[in-house]
């Protein structure tokens, strides 16, 4: 049995407008990973032209949840009955062509066919797994598609070169709805402050107590000296800003030097040690260290 269809996106990334087509595919194995490909990247037109196997177990099997990609899939004899009615063209090939042709890398052939499915159906072709598309084939694009792989081993799965396509369609989509102000998913976070992250950034006055805690925890256990302090805090205070700690962080860490406090029997039972923040546990309960 194959697994059941997980969810789509509420609204296909280009409604449906753009097709993936696939010429004479040997692996319906394969055929199953393009539609997990397309699926992750929000796409679910798919069209088969003459496949050697489909449908059947091991396409289901493989495309991981994407069922309902291969259920709705349109399966055609010729490449003709799958181009008919598009606007646009392009193929995916090799450069060296002994006579030229348009050829576009990933990210503009995404801008391109973005740009057409506006106006109506766009095909992006992908041709058999072991010799791609026909010269002929080939032909009947408008433009050409390289992927810059490793010219030493150059040759990609077929799912992993419609994953390729995919992911530079949906980047390009996301780019749009950000440029609106209304996609999340390229926003950053990778420090205190950005959207998603937890906890507040520390603010000056929490840093420099957890600053003065470290001084004073080091001299205690005579890891530093004030009569020749060299410029250990001053690498200590550039690593821990370098950081953009946290007011979570800043109470773990304070935590961690009163434990050492108590462990060297130095501990000062004063205001000056005490965290400013509640910090978490191992098991994620929040306490205060005093």
């Not at 992750?40 to 489909?54: D, E, T």
């Not at 090939?93 to 052939?109: I, L, N, T």
């Not at 530093?224 to 690593?239: G, K, S, V």
């Amino acid at each position: 049995m194959h697994k059941p269809a997980l969810p789509l996106e509420g609204t296909d990334t280009f409604n449906d407008q753009i097709r993936i087509v696939l010429v004479e595919t040997s692996h319906s194995g394969n055929i199953g990973a393009v539609a997990r490909a397309m699926k992750n990247m929000g796409l679910a037109n798919l069209w088969l032209v003459n496949p050697a196997s489909f449908p059947d177990e091991a396409s289901y099997a493989r495309s991981s949840g994407a069922s309902d990609v291969l259920d709705k899939a349109q399966v055609v004899g010729t490449l003709d009955e799958a181009l008919a009615d598009c606007l646009l063209v392009m193929g995916t090939s090799a450069r060296g062509r002994k006579v030229p042709w348009p050829v576009m890398s990933p990210p503009d052939a995404a801008v391109k066919a973005s740009e057409y499915s506006t106006r109506g159906q766009v095909a992006l072709v992908f041709g058999r797994e072991n010799n791609g598309l026909s010269n002929e084939e080939l032909q009947r694009c408008h433009y050409h598609i390289h992927i810059p792989s490793n010219p030493d081993y150059s040759s990609l799965n077929l799912s992993m070169a419609v994953q390729v396509v995919c992911y530079e369609l949906r980047m390009h989509y996301l780019r749009g709805l950000e440029e609106q102000g209304e996609s999340p998913y390229l926003d950053p976070m990778v420090s205190p402050g950005d959207g998603g992250w937890d906890v507040p950034l520390a603010n000056v006055n929490d840093v420099e107590g957890f600053f003065g805690h470290l001084e004073r925890v080091l001299e205690e256990i005579d890891f530093h000296r004030r009569d020749n302090p060299r410029q250990l805090m001053t690498r200590l205070r550039r690593l821990f800003q370098r950081a953009h700690l946290d007011q979570m962080e800043i109470n773990i860490l304070r935590g961690i030097l009163t434990s050492v406090q108590k462990a060297a029997g130095t501990r000062q039972a004063d205001h000056r040690t005490k965290p400013t923040v509640a910090s978490a546990t191992d098991d994620g309960q929040e306490e205060d260290h005093v």
